[in-house]
């Protein structure tokens, strides 16, 4: 990683080589040895040019200098926001804190410090959010209208109706992150086994159970549809193609369900939208609906912690406290 990673930290504002090392060091730890994604290694850059500003401005040239202070008004600056940044979201600021509390526990741990400035800050706490499940008829609808299982017609068209009728089945089938569908390879899938091997976030990977439907349309699309999308293509090993025969994206992914979404009468837009995560939602709500354990879920779901799955719980009293409430003659009382 070279010194144009950490990017100047603003304008007019050049941090001590010190403090760009230290934070090179961070990020690579965190590529290597955590294996984050791009897109979180990305926000954590941003955030972490921020505090550098902050670091500069206050005159601190190296990590062992920074006063527990600093931290804290730093991360205060982030929730009010100043001239040239707006304020951060709840959930932004926890991200923002989580980042700059890491970079001072890998320099404690790397001999770059010899306290923990940030050791007592504690990051604001997000409203816990309940995650939006279709029903399942919703789903069904959703699904029929994206494309055919089997195709009569032929020609691009037909396969990239099948390709977007087996991406959304295997959605929801899976509860696979979309990250997870369009990284998936070939050699990932066993159809006639009717299993994933799905890999996750930091590098986790796990074996998922694929459902008879969500076999049958990605079957039709590896017979129907793939060889003729991936010979346009250069040979890319991935299950999901683009119309060009390239490895589909994830902007491209969403398209299909945003089309499928519309084609169903399901809202595109606003805070009600269907999104991929959608499907995973809906996934895990459905099978702890019909008496799945929460852990074997967790682990369908590749969540690391089963607090992180228990939040779809919340969903499925949510929906037994409406049946109740019209359902028992003392609800009321």
């Known amino acids: 990683?070279?010194?144009?990673?950490?990017?100047?930290?603003?304008?007019?504002?050049e941090p001590a080589p010190a403090l760009r090392r230290a934070v090179r060091g961070y990020l690579d730890h965190l590529t290597v040895e955590r294996g984050l994604s791009a897109n979180t290694l990305a926000s954590y850059r941003r955030d972490l040019d921020r505090y550098l500003t902050t670091l500069t401005e206050a005159g601190v040239a190296?990590?062992?200098?920074?006063?527990?202070?600093?931290?804290?008004?730093?991360?205060a600056r982030l929730r009010a926001g100043d001239d040239d940044h707006p304020p951060l979201a709840v959930s932004s600021a926890a991200r923002a804190a989580s980042a700059v509390r890491g970079l001072h526990r890998f320099a404690?741990?790397?001999g770059l410090a010899g306290a923990d400035p940030s050791r007592d800050v504690r990051p604001p706490t997000p409203p816990r959010r309940l995650p939006r499940a279709l029903g399942v008829d919703d789903v069904v609808r959703l699904l029929e209208?994206?494309?055919?299982?089997?195709?009569?017609a032929t020609g691009d068209?037909?396969?990239l109706a099948l390709r977007d009728r087996a991406l959304l089945e295997f959605l929801y089938?899976?509860?696979a992150r979309i990250s997870e569908a369009i990284g998936t390879a070939i050699d990932d899938l066993d159809v006639d086994e009717g299993a994933v091997l799905?890999?996750?976030?930091?590098?986790?990977?796990?074996?998922v159970p694929i459902g008879g439907y969500a076999v049958d349309a990605v079957r039709a699309y590896l017979v129907r549809a793939r060889p003729a999308l991936?010979?346009?293509?250069?040979?890319?090993?991935?299950?999901?193609?683009?119309?060009?025969?390239?490895?589909l994206s994830r902007q491209g992914a969403w398209m299909i369900l945003r089309h499928a979404a519309a084609r169903a009468g399901l809202p595109v837009d606003g805070p009600s939208a269907v999104s991929p995560h959608t499907l995973r939602h809906s996934y895990a709500t459905h099978l702890l609906d019909g008496g799945a354990d929460v852990r074997v879920v967790q682990e369908l779901l590749g969540h690391a912690s089963v607090t992180t799955t228990q939040v779809y719980t919340l969903v499925t009293v949510e929906r037994l406290r409406e049946v109740y409430a019209t359902a028992h003659p003392r609800a009321r009382d």
Do not use: C, I, Y
């Not at 990683?1 to 504002?13: I, P």
């Not at 190296?62 to 730093?74: F, K, T």
């Not at 209208?145 to 009569?152: D, E, R």
């Open 157 to 159: 068209g037909a396969a």
């Open 173 to 175: 089938g899976t509860g």
């Open 230 to 247: 991936a010979a346009a293509g250069r040979g890319t090993s991935a299950v999901f193609l683009n119309a060009r025969g390239g490895a």
């Open 198 to 207: 799905l890999r996750g976030k930091g590098g986790r990977m796990r074996l």
């Open 108 to 110: 404690l741990r790397e």
């Open 145 to 152: 209208t994206a494309g055919p299982v089997t195709a009569t």
């Open 62 to 75: 190296d990590l062992a200098s920074v006063a527990p202070g600093v931290v804290e008004s730093h991360l």
């Open 1 to 13: 990683m070279t010194d144009s990673t950490v990017e100047r930290a603003g304008a007019g504002v």
